[in-house]
T-cell receptor, first 111, second 115 residues
Framework: EDKVVQSPLSLVVHEGDTVTLNCSYE??????LLWYKQEKKAPTFLFML????IEKKSGRLSSILDKKELFSILNITATQTGDSAIYLC???????????FGTGTRLQVTL | SAVISQKPSRDICQRGTSLTIQCQVD?????MFWYRQQPGQSLTLIAT?????????ESGFVIDKFPISRPNLTFSTLTVSNMSPEDSSIYLC????????????FGPGTRLTVT
């Protein structure tokens, strides 16, 4: 059974801090790893990673994949209260692009 | 990115009734999926909506309970049948661009409460 594990489950930081969210996986027929931000209902796409060691960056967010050690990290620098959300990691497997989600990390950024 | 719309955005239904949720995607999308997110939990894939044929269901989900249609490339429906309070969840449709290893985008979700 495919498994995606995220840590920590929840995190409270002060505005301006840097955070690192972790995602490890055990799946068959790995295709890609995706990160999403969920604030209300719909997850918002952040990154898709398919190759090891290549950092993807968007503003204060960045992510990298290690396919040998089967994990990914999502970094957020200079956090803002608007970064408060649940961050979901998902792995795409097989030919059908099915996503298996982790349980998410709930991030709260306080003033 | 892909534009995905979904309706209704929320509904409150009585047990024993059925609700059909509609999802419309833009033409870039090739694959469509339906997910469920129960309270306090992560997303679970219900099925892959196949154009013009029966959906492919994941373990634990059956066609009689969650019939899915996809009559054309850009439209799909999910029906939650004979509802019970345990069906109270957010239901989300998603669309993937291209084939495998594709970016996948989500609709705004339908929050269903069954009383």
């Amino acid at each position: 059974e495919d498994k995606v594990v995220q840590s920590p489950l929840s995190l409270v930081v002060h505005e301006g801090d840097t955070v690192t969210l972790n995602c490890s996986y055990e799946v068959t027929n790995f295709r890609s790893l995706l990160w999403y931000k969920q604030e209300k209902k719909a997850p918002t796409f952040l990154f898709m990673l398919t190759s090891s060691g290549i950092e993807k960056k968007s503003g204060r967010l960045s992510s990298i994949l290690d396919k040998k050690e089967l994990f990914s990290i999502l970094n957020i620098t200079a956090t803002q209260t608007g970064d408060s959300a649940i961050y979901l990691c998902a792995v795409s497997t097989g030919t059908a692009s099915k996503l298996t989600f982790g349980t998410g990390t709930r991030l709260q950024v306080t003033l | 990115s892909a534009v995905i719309s979904q309706k209704p955005s929320r509904d409150i239904c009585q047990r024993g009734t059925s609700l059909t949720i509609q999802c419309q995607v833009d033409s870039q999308v090739t694959m469509m999926f339906w997910y469920r997110q129960q309270p306090g939990q992560s997303l679970t894939l219900i099925a892959t909506a196949n154009q013009g044929s029966e959906a492919t269901y994941e373990s634990g989900f059956v066609i009689d309970k969650f019939p899915i249609s996809r009559p054309n490339l850009t439209f799909s429906t999910l029906t939650v049948s004979n509802m019970s309070p345990e069906d109270s969840s957010i239901y989300l449709c998603s669309g993937a661009l291209g084939q495998a290893a594709s970016e996948q985008y989500f609709g705004p979700g339908t929050r269903l409460t069954v009383t």
